[in-house]
């Protein structure tokens, strides 16, 4: 074999020439070992086949080398761990996260899928014997897949030939041909097939492979098709953070219960149950209540949070939104004065009923505050003069009273920005006012209304209602657990509301974090699934700026164009995916999902070899015998990505290719995570305080 400093090209799946010549030196060996048998010892022949043995042990471990390596090429995609070795590897490397056995991805990996790919890789497979005496020698469980085309054409034959022999026999019995078919499918047993090309993996040794918690402070963005693996990544990764008891945000939209299974799961074996909060519009009955409104600075901060939520349907959204902010903002404003917890309900009740309480009661507090006279006679002097135009508008004469004694008299001594706001949304025109909110109240009314109602409306004094009653920013604060299901399957539109007011409430806790460190200084780990129904503006912050506060964002997608139909245009998609500086790709199918993928991983030099051979003859008609010829071989050099855009798409299950900030490309086959023995099924009526709710009602 050539060294690929001299300009030729290395391939460690050749053909192992080497057997033969081991067969040879050991036929050899055999011959002078045979020579002295025969009565006519010879030392000259001894000595001879000792060196022929040498010679022919030489050259058949240089063939097993080169078996082994293309054995490894047809290895099972399968992989099972126990949690015990899990664990294990885990508490190993605590500053890091297991993300699979693999190895790193080097220039010469590109260079070997460019060649692989080229030829039928089932060719390579080493001699069956080899393969059996290897399988029963080692104590590995490896399994090897090493169907050939021929083989699997045999099988379908086969197949076809046992079922019309199932139907013919059971015609001759007098027996149903559906239930004899039905009795020899439950026979047959199903063999694993495996998807895409193992081989890939197989191009080195593996070994655990691990991301510096540290490198998670860039963002790790997660792409993968449907059924590739995506789940089992999950279940990893929030094992190992449940594992190292740091605080774990999830947000499902299609809210996967196998993913709240496996959570729950990792959460009571690590004695960590009573950390999880559960959400999910479905199961309200096991929901914790969370409130979207709870974690808040100022009254504007609430009002930003609901107005990305508006539809932009015409060309006048921007005004229809600019409106619903500056009424929210009005209305916030004015609760917060009042000391009254903000709530999506109480903002509802507000619009649809109108500001008349609310603004007489700021009035009367505004008055109160700054200690103005005798406010409530001059009140009740302006109502008495406010009798006719209350009778023509149908207002309270006690509302207009207060309005006017505050425009007239308290505004010049000492003004308030909340009553100047709520004041401005009480006189302007109810139908334009309700023609400008339409955008707003259709979203409102869904978030407001069902087991939503008292979900993001909670109401901490109702004594029946056991169900916690918490905020995103008190669950940092604990180091909890949550799980956040969103239901995008039932109702995509109030699923991708809930989720884009979460994910602001989760900003402002960020902002709050990174400005004052009021949450402490553990690491945050937010891993978003179908990110596309929870993604808006707010998470471009949260993205961006997120790091210093501790996050670390997890977002899985299917393909990159969901951003673009989540964010409405390719600008704001582009910049969002400018904020992962990691990533994590299964098996994905979309051409430019493919293409930005490859792209971020760069570009390698690959070799490719030419060769030439030509004849000529250089004698005449009477002497054909002269001719001249000629054989060369070149290689060049070519700049190609380093992971091709198609070979992504034809990844096994299970298998992934990460790219690391650092630029570490990584070839990881993630693990299928084994129950300890032993081991109960937990569900959502193990919470806690599910337990605690039972037991209070039976005991009354």
Same mark, same amino acid.
């Given at each position: 074999?050539?060294?690929?400093?001299?300009?030729?090209?290395?391939?460690?799946?050749?053909?192992?020439?080497?057997?033969?010549?081991?067969?040879?030196?050991?036929?050899?060996?055999?011959?002078?070992?045979?020579?002295?048998?025969?009565?006519?010892?010879?030392?000259?022949?001894?000595?001879?086949?000792?060196?022929?043995?040498?010679?022919?042990?030489?050259?058949?471990?240089?063939?097993?080398?080169?078996?082994?390596?293309?054995?490894?090429?047809?290895?099972?995609?399968?992989?099972?761990?126990?949690?015990?070795?899990?664990?294990?590897?885990?508490?190993?490397?605590?500053?890091? $996260?297991?993300?699979?056995?693999?190895?790193?991805?080097?220039?010469?990996?590109?260079?070997?899928?460019?060649?692989?790919?080229?030829?039928?890789?089932?060719?390579?497979?080493?001699?069956?014997?080899?393969?059996?005496?290897?399988?029963?020698?080692?104590?590995?469980?490896?399994?090897?897949?090493?169907?050939?085309?021929?083989?699997?054409?045999?099988?379908?034959?086969?197949?076809?030939?046992?079922?019309?022999?199932?139907?013919?026999?059971?015609?001759?019995?007098?027996?149903?041909?559906?239930?004899?078919?039905?009795?020899?499918?439950?026979?047959?047993?199903?063999?694993?097939?495996?998807?895409?090309?193992?081989?890939?993996?197989?191009?080195?040794?593996?070994?655990?492979?691990?991301?510096?918690?540290?490198?998670?402070?860039?963002?790790?963005?997660?792409?993968?098709?449907?059924?590739?693996?995506?789940?089992?990544?999950?279940?990893?990764?929030?094992?190992?953070?449940?594992?190292?008891?740091?605080?774990?945000?999830?947000?499902?939209?299609?809210?996967?219960?196998?993913?709240?299974?496996?959570?729950?799961?990792?959460?009571?074996?690590?004695?960590?149950?009573?950390?999880?909060?559960?959400?999910?519009?479905?199961?309200?009955?096991?929901?914790?209540?969370?409130?979207?409104?709870?974690?808040?600075?100022?009254?504007?901060?609430?009002?930003?949070?609901?107005? #990305?939520?508006?539809?932009?349907?015409?060309?006048?959204?921007?005004?229809?939104?600019?409106?619903?902010?500056?009424?929210?903002?009005?209305?916030?404003?004015?609760?917060?004065?009042?000391?009254?917890?903000?709530?999506?309900?109480?903002?509802?009740?507000?619009?649809?009923?109108?500001?008349?309480?609310?603004?007489?009661?700021?009035?009367?507090?505004?008055?109160?505050?700054?200690?103005?006279?005798?406010?409530?006679?001059?009140?009740?002097?302006?109502?008495?003069?406010?009798?006719?135009?209350? *009778?023509?508008?149908?207002?309270?004469?006690?509302?207009?009273?207060?309005?006017?004694?505050?425009?007239?008299?308290?505004?010049?001594?000492?003004?308030?920005?909340?009553?100047?706001?709520?004041?401005?949304?009480?006189?302007?025109?109810?139908?334009?006012?309700?023609?400008?909110?339409?955008?707003?109240?259709?979203?409102?009314?869904?978030?407001?209304?069902?087991?939503?109602?008292?979900?993001?409306?909670?109401?901490?004094?109702?004594?029946?209602?056991?169900?916690?009653?918490?905020?995103?920013?008190?669950?940092?604060?604990?180091?909890?657990?949550?799980?956040?299901?969103?239901?995008?399957?039932?109702?995509?539109?109030?699923? *991708?509301?809930?989720?884009?007011?979460?994910?602001?409430?989760?900003?402002?806790?960020?902002?709050?974090?990174?400005?004052?460190?009021?949450?402490?200084?553990?690491?945050?780990?937010?891993?978003?699934?179908?990110?596309?129904?929870?993604?808006?503006?707010?998470? $471009?912050?949260?993205?961006?700026?997120?790091?210093?506060?501790?996050?670390?964002?997890?977002?899985?997608?299917?393909?990159?164009?969901?951003?673009?139909?989540?964010?409405?245009?390719?600008?704001?998609?582009?910049?969002?995916?400018?904020?992962?500086?990691?990533?994590?790709?299964?098996?994905?199918?979309?051409?430019?999902?493919?293409?930005?993928?490859?792209?971020?991983?760069?570009?390698?030099?690959?070799?490719?070899?030419? $060769?030439?051979?030509?004849?000529?003859?250089?004698?005449?008609?009477?002497?054909?015998?002269?001719?001249?010829?000629?054989?060369?071989?070149?290689?060049?050099?070519?700049?190609?990505?380093?992971?091709?855009?198609?070979?992504?798409?034809?990844? #096994?299950?299970?298998?992934?290719?990460?790219?690391?900030?650092?630029?570490?490309?990584?070839?990881?086959?993630? #693990?299928?995570?084994?129950?300890?023995?032993?081991?109960?099924?937990?569900?959502?009526?193990?919470?806690?305080?599910?337990?605690?709710?039972?037991?209070?009602?039976?005991?009354?």
């Amino acid at each position: 074999m050539q060294d690929e400093s001299e300009g030729l090209l290395v391939r460690p799946w050749r053909k192992a020439f080497e057997y033969k010549a081991a067969v040879a030196w050991g036929a050899a060996a055999a011959y002078q070992v045979a020579f002295p048998l025969t009565g006519n010892f010879s030392t000259p022949a001894l000595i001879a086949a000792v060196g022929c043995m040498g010679m022919a042990s030489v050259n058949l471990l240089e063939a097993h080398r080169i078996w082994k390596r293309r054995l490894m090429l047809f290895e099972s995609n399968a992989m099972f761990m126990s949690r015990e070795d899990l664990e294990d590897r885990v508490d190993a490397q605590p500053d890091k $996260i297991y993300l699979g056995e693999g190895w790193e991805w080097t220039p010469d990996h590109s260079q070997w899928v460019y060649d692989l790919s080229r030829i039928d890789v089932g060719t390579l497979a080493p001699p069956s014997w080899y393969v059996c005496l290897v399988t029963k020698l080692s104590d590995n469980e490896k399994q090897y897949v090493l169907k050939k085309p021929d083989d699997e054409t045999k099988e379908k034959t086969e197949a076809i030939s046992q079922v019309q022999a199932v139907k013919r026999l059971a015609r001759e019995q007098g027996l149903n041909v559906a239930e004899a078919l039905k009795q020899y499918a439950e026979s047959v047993e199903r063999k694993y097939v495996p998807r895409g090309v193992p081989w890939v993996h197989g191009m080195s040794e593996s070994s655990a492979q691990y991301v510096p918690i540290e490198d998670c402070k860039g963002n790790t963005l997660i792409s993968g098709t449907t059924r590739s693996g995506k789940t089992v990544l999950y279940r990893l990764l929030t094992s190992q953070i449940i594992r190292k008891r740091e605080c774990l945000i999830v947000v499902d939209p299609k809210g996967d219960l196998d993913l709240l299974n496996l959570m729950l799961e990792s959460a009571h074996l690590e004695g960590r149950l009573d950390d999880f909060v559960f959400f999910h519009p479905a199961f309200s009955e096991y929901s914790s209540r969370i409130d979207p409104l709870a974690n808040f600075q100022t009254p504007s901060q609430l009002a930003s949070r609901i107005e #990305p939520l508006i539809p932009a349907s015409s060309t006048n959204g921007d005004n229809f939104s600019k409106f619903a902010w500056g009424v929210m903002e009005s209305i916030f404003g004015a609760m917060d004065m009042l000391n009254m917890r903000p709530s999506l309900m109480a903002l509802r009740n507000v619009i649809e009923r109108g500001p008349e309480d609310l603004l007489y009661d700021c009035i009367v507090k505004h008055c109160e505050r700054i200690n103005y006279g005798d406010y409530l006679s001059s009140i009740r002097s302006w109502e008495n003069k406010m009798d006719k135009a209350a *009778q023509k508008t149908g207002t309270s004469a006690k509302v207009l009273g207060a309005a006017a004694f505050y425009k007239d008299e308290v505004k010049e001594f000492k003004s308030d920005t909340a009553i100047d706001g709520l004041l401005g949304f009480f006189e302007h025109n109810r139908e334009h006012a309700s023609k400008m909110l339409a955008g707003l109240m259709p979203i409102l009314k869904s978030l407001t209304t069902g087991p939503l109602a008292d979900l993001l409306s909670p109401d901490q004094r109702d004594a029946n209602d056991p169900r916690p009653v918490t905020s995103l920013d008190e669950l940092i604060k604990r180091k909890s657990i949550a799980y956040i299901g969103l239901d995008a399957m039932a109702d995509p539109a109030v699923a *991708q509301a809930i989720g884009s007011i979460y994910m602001s409430d989760l900003v402002a806790s960020a902002a709050q974090r990174y400005t004052h460190g009021g949450t402490g200084t553990h690491d945050v780990f937010l891993l978003i699934d179908e990110a596309s129904n929870a993604v808006n503006k707010s998470v $471009i912050e949260l993205l961006n700026k997120g790091a210093g506060a501790g996050f670390r964002v997890f977002a899985a997608t299917q393909t990159v164009p969901d951003f673009e139909d989540a964010l409405g245009n390719a600008s704001t998609k582009d910049k969002t995916l400018g904020n992962f500086n990691n990533h994590i790709s299964l098996r994905v199918i979309d051409e430019a999902t493919k293409e930005f993928v490859s792209a971020q991983m760069g570009e390698v030099s690959v070799r490719t070899a030419q $060769i030439s051979q030509n004849t000529q003859s250089l004698g005449s008609d009477h002497n054909p015998a002269l001719y001249s010829g000629g054989y060369g071989s070149r290689t060049t050099d070519s700049t190609a990505p380093k992971i091709e855009p198609s070979l992504l798409g034809r990844l #096994p299950d299970l298998e992934c290719i990460a790219h690391i900030s650092a630029g570490k490309v990584l070839k990881c086959r993630l #693990p299928l995570l084994t129950a300890k023995g032993g081991e109960e099924s937990i569900g959502l009526n193990d919470l806690p305080w599910v337990k605690r709710s039972r037991g209070v009602l039976e005991n009354a």
